[in-house]
């Protein structure tokens, strides 16, 4: 019997403009909040003081982008760059931020372990779409 997360599970931050949520997969897994479980707390904490600062500012004030930018604009994949981490996601309708996978990254231009990731955060989004479609996704 798979055993899918609560809402509260799934809830990274709820800010005043935006929602960031743990993507889990149909299994129920969150390996991107397993993964920063793992990180260390510094880097725990920037990752959640730049999502809490995305969350509460208005549309249209970002980031800079050494710290959030496109990097899929065909699939419309964001990163998160805390330090040496990098967290895929993207936006949806609802204001919505779907935090999907992560990776340590090891030099300044992407390397096949990079494209990747970056490759499973995009069947990530597309698993997270068709579940939407179907109203599989938030069942609890």
Known sequence: MIVYPKPEDILFYEGHHFTAEWYYDQEGRMPVYEYYNRMAE?????????????????????????????????NK?????????????FTTEGARIIITNAYHKHSNEMTKIDKEQLKIATLYRQDYLRRIQEATYYVN
């Open 42 to 74: 510094i880097d725990q904490d920037r990752l959640d003081d730049m999502v809490k600062y995305f969350c509460d500012c208005p549309r249209g004030i970002m980031l800079p982008k050494s710290m959030y930018r496109i990097e899929d604009k065909e």
């Open 77 to 89: 994949i964001y990163a998160f760059k805390p330090r040496s981490e990098r967290f895929f996601n």
